[in-house]
């Protein structure tokens, strides 16, 4: 089955350091997202990225987040500068077009950012 | 604002037994998904209802949705260790296609011991 892949698995970080994470999601999908995961509490939705912009994002998604999609397969998600509740497994995801057949949503395995 | 509350949040259960995971939700969806995430791993998708009534199976889960109701259950028959797991339920809004705006469940975690 097709992934999403996500890279780095795993940042470490300074306070108020800038971080940039990636996924590529999968080639013929058209949805992108970001949803993020504290440790031990709910999934939480970042943002929705269609038609090279922002769809939907949510109210953790002040100034300091950025996405952007630079190329045909890489979707980026930037963090200027980095708070330590920031710290989180993030998740990129993505989905094809169309409903209701194309309703599944791909995770992927996650980017685990440690802030100090 | 849409809340997704699932219970119970921690099942430990034996080997061989029945048991069902609730998920209430607090507006009108009519999409709403089962996730399954081990320990440190991404989510993996269960299941995906769209419709009042849908109910879907995989091996020894099953699935089903009442819109009426605003609540899916995940049905466990037969429980084997391999399912000891947390579980999410997630809600989309009714809205077209811009957007899948999950909302999750706070996650059942399930321990199915021998």
């Known amino acids: 089955e097709p992934e999403v892949t996500q890279t780095p698995s795993h940042q470490v970080t300074q306070m108020g350091q800038e971080v940039i994470l990636r996924c590529v999601p999968i080639s013929n999908h058209l949805y992108f997202y970001w949803y993020r995961q504290i440790l031990g509490q709910k999934v939480e939705f970042l943002v929705s990225?269609?038609?090279?912009?922002?769809?939907?994002k949510s109210e953790i998604f002040d100034d300091q987040f950025s996405v952007e999609r630079p190329d045909g397969s890489n979707f980026t998600l930037k963090i200027r500068s980095t708070k330590l509740e920031d710290s989180a497994m993030y998740f990129c995801?993505?989905?094809?077009?169309?409903?209701?057949?194309?309703?599944?949503?791909?995770f992927g395995s996650g980017t685990q950012l440690s802030v100090l | 604002e849409l809340k997704v509350e699932q219970n119970p949040l921690f099942l430990s259960m034996q080997e061989g037994k029945n048991y069902t995971i609730y998920c209430n939700y607090s507006t009108t969806s009519d999409r709403l998904y089962w996730y399954r995430q081990d320990p440190g791993k991404s989510l993996e998708s269960l299941f995906v209802l769209l419709s009042n009534g849908a109910v879907k199976q995989e091996g020894r889960l099953m699935a089903s949705l009442d819109t009426k109701a605003r609540l899916s259950t995940l049905h466990i028959t037969a429980a084997v260790h391999d399912l000891s797991a947390t579980y999410f339920c997630?809600?989309?809004?009714?809205?077209?296609?811009?957007?899948?705006?999950?909302?999750f469940g706070g996650g059942t975690r399930l321990m199915v011991k021998p």
């Open positions: 995801a993505s989905r094809s077009w169309g409903a209701p057949t194309n309703e599944k949503l791909f």
């Open positions: 990225f269609y038609n090279n912009e922002i769809s939907e």
């Open positions: 997630a809600v989309a809004p009714p809205r077209g296609n811009a957007g899948n705006m999950l909302t």
